[in-house]
């Protein structure tokens, strides 16, 4: 079975604090994902990676960074932690390359975040 | 852009009795689809995908989805609901290198 093991289950950060989530796949995956999980809004995808140092924007980029220098390691990084990123984070990872959009993806437990 | 929409945000059902959750999608080309399931404190798990093939998909825990192409649907089923099939069920379509979820619906089976 995939196994994607996300470092925190829970995390309360300050404003203004500098935030890494650490997410690892050991599966061998190509791709991998950063998602956050809001009630009402579903899954929103912030940044992806298809390959080693790699990076794709999502669909709210905004105030994060993501790390890929090793396949199996994954870092989403809150450069300056505000209230309004309080949120359930998930990552996720997926085989294929290219054409990841017909494989499933494989989801961490998540990491509740709470920013104070 | 590829999109996915479901239409209720909970679906109420009675142990023993059929379900169904829906799913209507938009998508230019053929469509990769998924459902997954969401316990609670817990991510999200794989439950079936349609690629190509048969228009009814079996997957975990005895669900089925049906593909309709004429109606852009793929609604989730399965005969007979447990109250342990109680969660939170997103689909998605799959796009070129990332997958598009829904926003989600809730479902409640009652003893």
């Known amino acids: 079975d995939v196994k994607v093991t996300q470092s925190s289950r829970y995390l309360v950060k300050r404003t203004g604090e500098k935030v890494f989530l650490e997410c690892v796949q050991d599966?061998?995956?190509?791709?991998m994902f950063w998602y956050r999980q809001d009630p009402g809004l579903g899954l929103r995808l912030i940044y992806f990676?298809?390959?080693?140092?790699m990076k794709e924007k999502g669909d709210i980029p905004e105030g994060y960074s993501v790390s890929r220098e090793k396949k199996e390691r994954f870092s989403l990084i809150l450069e300056s932690a505000s209230t309004n990123q309080t949120s359930m984070y998930l990552c996720?990872?997926?085989?294929?390359?290219w054409g990841a959009g017909n494989q499933p993806q494989h989801f961490g437990d998540g990491t509740r975040l709470s920013i104070l | 852009a590829q999109s996915v929409a479901q239409p209720e945000d909970q679906v109420n059902v009675a142990e023993g009795n059929p379900l169904t959750v829906k799913c209507t999608y938009s998508?230019?080309?053929?469509?990769?689809l998924f459902w997954y399931v969401q316990y609670p404190n817990r991510g999200l798990q794989f439950l079936l995908k349609?690629?190509?093939?048969?228009?009814l998909v079996k997957g975990s825990y005895g669900f089925e989805a049906e593909f309709n192409k004429s109606q852009t649907s793929f609604h989730l089923k399965k005969p007979s609901a447990l109250v342990s099939d109680s969660a939170l069920y997103f689909c998605?379509?799959?796009?070129?290198?990332?997958?598009?979820f829904g926003t989600g619906t809730r479902l409640l089976v009652s003893p």
């Open positions: 990676s298809y390959d080693v140092k």
């Open positions: 996720a990872s997926s085989l294929g390359r």
């Open positions: 349609y690629i190509t093939g048969d228009n």
């Open positions: 998508v230019s080309g053929n469509p990769y």
């Open positions: 599966m061998d995956h190509e791709n």
């Open positions: 998605a379509v799959g796009g070129f290198q990332k997958l598009v």
